[in-house]
């Protein structure tokens, strides 16, 4: 009978050695590949550095830095929010500058985001308001306003606009959160809808975004937008994704700031809700069947439909064509609604509103 060759004298003993060979191996391999993704990724972001400069200018607020780019000349200045990602101000390229045609337009990143310096700790809607009010007071950016919000951009202007009514003149919400869309869109499908939900998996990629992963995994165009606005996000995304996760930390909180502003007095309001249907994709990815995806849609559409509603002259627009991102799939939609309520405060005179009710003077 043939012996084995580990149950020959010091067969095992060579097995283990061999081995241990193989594991020092492969531990060796991916020293050699982690060293080589943060030296890859220590490159690329100083070449983002050189190669995409920030467009605007960077203005302190005590410590810290936040990117604000301003374009165009005229009253009320409209204020682009952008949502919840790493884009920040390059999420209304396809709108930036034609909005400033019409009137001074600045779009900004917020903390963590692009170009502007991060902060420590999770932020929310009161926070970003903070931020906000400090940055346009140290630009010498004075109201009248007309804030655009896109999906939580949304509540972060209903949380200004309640802080500091006295500057806002005019809203546009760019198919906005609302403050209940957990608890309703969960009824309505049936699910979980919170994204809160994957935080711990933007923690985790934040804390290896050193190596180059984030970076290998993220790259590409964004359909409908231009290739160098693509490229600038795609640039810098392994550092936003840090300002991005701490927005998603305090999103509850961010939801629950939001709830508590019911009013915006007389303001002309404009909400814009994208209703193409989900694509197969996104139902995969979402785990739905079409016909759930639908239901989840006119739930959305009704969540929009209520909010009209904080203002006596507030107006909803469906967009049959687009995606979430309505800024990127049909700018034309969003330029013509906020030069709507633009051209509306001008007709008022762009007199201020009452910082408590909103009604005009």
């Known amino acids: 009978m043939t012996v084995p060759a580990t149950g020959k004298p010091g067969g095992w003993a060579r097995a283990r050695r061999w081995t241990a060979k193989g594991l020092l191996g492969l531990l060796a391999l991916l020293l050699i590949l982690v060293i080589a993704g943060a030296l890859y990724e220590g490159w ?5 550095t050189q190669l995409f400069q920030p467009t605007g200018r960077l203005i302190d607020i005590g410590g810290r830095r936040i990117h604000i780019d301003c374009r165009g000349t005229g009253s009320p200045t409209i204020i682009l929010e952008s949502g919840l990602g790493s884009g920040g ?13 019409h009137s001074r337009t600045c779009a900004y990143d917020r903390a963590g985001i692009m170009w ?5 700790g999770p932020q929310n809607a ?14 010498e950016i004075e109201g009248p306003l007309v804030l655009a919000g896109h999906s939580i951009g949304g509540p972060y202007t209903r949380v200004y606009t309640g802080r500091y009514g006295d500057q806002v003149a005019g809203l546009v919400m760019v198919d906005p959160s ?3 869309q957990v608890a309703r869109l969960g009824r309505a499908i049936k699910a979980n809808v919170d994204p809160t939900q994957v935080a711990w998996m933007v923690r985790i990629a934040n804390a290896l975004s050193w190596t180059g992963i984030v970076r290998l995994m993220t790259g590409g165009d964004v359909p409908n937008m231009p290739k160098d606005a693509s490229a600038k996000i795609a640039a810098y995304t392994s550092g936003s994704i840090r300002g991005a996760g701490a927005e998603l930390e305090g999103f509850r909180l961010t939801l629950d700031q939001a709830r508590a502003v019911r009013s915006f007095g007389d303001r002309p309001l404009i909400i814009l809700t994208a209703m193409a249907p989900h694509t197969p994709a996104q139902l995969k990815g979402l785990n739905l069947t079409p016909q759930v995806g639908a239901r989840m849609k006119q739930a959305w559409k ?14 909803q627009q469906i967009v049959p064509d687009s995606g979430h991102y309505i800024q990127i799939d049909r700018p034309d939609v969003v330029i013509a609604a906020v030069e709507q309520v633009v051209n509306a405060v001008r007709a008022d005179g762009a007199r201020q509103p009452d910082r408590q009710t909103g009604e005009r003077r």
């Not at 101000?89 to 400033?100: I, M």
């Open 302 to 315: 009704t969540l929009h439909t209520e909010m009209v509603a904080m203002s006596s002259r507030g107006s």
């Open 116 to 120: 502007s310096d991060p902060k420590p």
């Open 89 to 101: 101000s390059v999420d209304w390229a396809r709108v930036h500058d034609a909005l400033a045609r």
């Open 44 to 48: 690329q972001r100083h070449r983002a």
């Open 126 to 139: 009161v926070a970003v308001a903070e931020d906000l009010h400090a940055t346009l007071a140290a630009a």
């Open 178 to 180: 609302h403050p209940d």
